[in-house]
């Protein structure tokens, strides 16, 4: 096919006229601008997959179709567009739950379709039927079900429309005879919300808090970067002169080379930004719900502000007021609100203006303790992690060398990370130390699991960022228990050129929940350890490289090799670091309890 056929099957058909459902489903996405789908062929959708092509849409198939919900998610967070992701009605739509789950507290634009078994059968317990719509009902934000084949273009249209004017996943779920037939219809054009800047009450009811604020604080969160409003935050924060902190996993929605940037709150966040928004008498949550694992304790400090009075804005009205109390709430878009906000205290004389110079000093002076401390924190202190790091001494990984230290092996990473970077991180103990050690110039760089904190999330996500964005270079943080959940995707890499470095902390557990065990149950460990076989020697067994690290000064250089082999080769890489056991801290200390035992038998567990 020339260019000039692929720009001309590019276009969309105009007016009303006759075609099947399928075509009608397709041009639609054509409309959208889909480009890429991830899922595995079915013969549901058959029909219309046999023209993805001619439309100039790809369909890439994965090992598992969790997988591909992540490459939509990853895919729609780097772009900003749509992620698509379709399977076999029944186990394939099922498969995709988890990832569609993780996508709904992302905000992640995706339009999962599931086909479902035809009309003239469904009720009769046929060859893998389900009801597919309950199932997706807690993490979408609008539900499809074409009622007629006449349907197909308007309900998928609006499938599109609402994932973006809602921001999560929306669902379209087809009957599979109902992609068969001849219909006439039009394909609707993508219609998108305006969104503006609040109500002018509540923007100036905000200036006027600002006004008279002496220590404000920007708590940046994941609406700046779907707004594409960083630059916003920047002008409002140097207004204002006002310290940012970055949302709980949003670690990529201020820049840290900013001088006014402190860093992530929540779990493994910033000592700089949580002593510094301590001390807030104004907060603005700029694009964030202030969702309560971002705002928890953390380091042994209480940080959240008591007494601050809190401006929050947020697209969703839902979203105000629903965890921390606010004294404003600014349904809005976090980059037009930012601007109006900026608009009204320019030319101002505002009472932080007098301590601007003091505060970046103290500015200054937090993040570089901070730094200093993470320097010197070479290894975790707390007596489980010590005695892990003395056995480690006495035994050698299999590679021959030595276990390290997983803060140093973070803060080596850190370091050789190239420009323009783009990281996910899975769940999990060391993934979430690495918090502390990811800093962002540019948005859209920076994936997590967000809420739904599920397993094999990381390389999945990074793969559908670097279909997305083949350009910048794509990393993904894995511990060894959550790589097993998602490793066999290496096989998809390889198989579709989609090339990305995985980074494997194999420490031989499920870190998060062993710390438990450490805390509250006396050590006493119960299916948390892992036995595995090298992750670079199943990687080269897939057709990617792999590369064991288990010396401190090849963790750097390793990183950069892999990197240069994704960019300039078209290789994934899978680098497996060696790590001790040491554990950092508990996910949540309120989680838990210490047990108590009240029958003879278990008096000993406690």
């Excluded at 609006?158 to 973006?164: E, G, I, P």
């Excluded at 920047?234 to 940037?261: C, I, M, T």
């Excluded at 050690?437 to 670097?466: H, Q, V």
Aim: glycine content about 10%.
């Amino acid at each position: 096919m020339s260019t000039q056929d692929s720009a001309d099957n590019r276009k969309v058909v105009q007016g009303k006229q006759k075609m099947t459902p399928s075509e009608a489903f397709v041009e639609t996405m054509v409309a959208n601008g889909v480009t890429d789908m991830f899922g595995i062929m079915g013969s549901a959708f058959m029909d219309a997959m046999d023209i993805f092509a001619p439309a100039g849409i790809r369909l890439i198939p994965v090992v598992h179709e969790q997988g591909a919900a992540h490459m939509a998610d990853g895919y729609a967070r780097v772009s900003g567009r749509h992620g698509m992701v379709i399977g076999q009605n029944g186990p394939g739509i099922s498969n995709c739950v988890t990832g569609i789950a993780a996508a709904y507290w992302a905000h992640s634009p995706v339009v999962i379709v599931t086909p479902e078994a035809g009309t003239t059968g469904i009720g009769l317990g046929g060859f893998q039927e389900c009801k597919q719509l309950p199932m997706f009902q807690e993490f979408t934000k609008y539900q499809g079900h074409v009622t007629h084949p006449s349907r197909m273009a308007e309900y998928t249209g609006r499938c599109f429309d609402r994932a973006m004017s809602e921001m999560g996943p929306t669902q379209l779920n087809i009957p599979r005879d109902y992609f068969y037939g001849e219909i006439e219809c039009e394909i609707p054009l993508p219609a998108r919300v305006d969104r503006g800047p609040g109500g002018s009450k509540s923007l100036d009811e905000a200036a006027e808090l600002l006004a008279s604020a002496k220590f404000p604080v920007i708590v940046s969160g994941g609406g700046v970067v779907m707004a594409d409003g960083v630059e916003e935050c920047k002008a409002l924060a140097e207004r204002l002169g006002a310290p940012v902190v970055n949302s709980y996993q949003h670690n990529d929605s201020f820049p840290a080379s900013h001088p006014l940037w402190c860093g992530p709150l929540g779990y493994q966040g910033s000592k700089a930004g949580m002593k510094l928004i301590s001390q807030a008498d104004v907060v603005i949550a700029l694009g964030t719900r202030l969702g309560p694992f971002g705002t928890l304790p953390q380091h042994g400090m209480d940080y959240w502000p008591k007494d601050a009075k809190i401006i929050q804005i947020d697209a969703d009205h839902k979203m105000l007021g629903l965890v921390k109390k606010i004294s404003v709430g600014i349904c809005g878009d976090a980059r037009e609100a930012a601007i109006a906000l900026t608009e009204r205290l320019s030319g101002r004389n505002l009472e932080c203006d007098a301590s601007k110079d003091s505060r970046l000093t103290q500015i200054r002076e937090e993040k570089a303790a901070w730094e200093a401390e993470l320097d010197a924190w070479t290894h975790e202190k707390d007596a489980f992690s010590l005695d892990a790091i003395e056995e480690a001494k006495d035994e050698k990984p299999f590679s021959g060398g030595e276990y390290l230290h997983p803060r140093q092996v973070l803060r080596e990473l850190e370091k050789a990370m190239p420009e323009d970077v783009m990281v996910s991180t899975d769940i999990g103990n060391i993934n979430s130390v690495a918090h502390s050690y990811l800093r962002f110039d540019r948005p859209r760089s920076f994936f997590a699991p967000m809420s739904f904190g599920n397993c094999g999330y990381a390389l999945p996500t990074i793969m559908g960022a670097k279909t997305a964005a083949p350009e910048r270079p794509a990393i993904a943080y894995a511990g060894d228990g959550a790589w097993g959940m998602s490793l066999m995707e290496i096989m998809t890499a390889v198989r579709h050129d989609i090339p990305v470095t995985a980074v494997v902390f194999h420490n031989r557990q499920w870190g998060a929940e062993k710390k438990n065990q450490v805390e509250f149950y006396n050590r006493r460990f119960v299916a948390g350890e892992l036995d595995n076989e090298s992750f670079a020697e199943i990687a080269r067994s897939m057709g990617a490289e792999g590369i064991t690290v288990d010396r401190l000064e090849d963790v750097g250089p390793a990183l950069k090799k892999a990197i240069d082999m994704q960019m300039n080769e078209g290789k994934t890489c899978v680098i497996e670091v060696m790590c001790t056991r040491e554990l950092g801290d508990p996910f949540r200390r309120d989680a838990l309890k210490k047990p108590v035992r009240l029958l003879e038998k278990y008096q000993d567990y406690v």
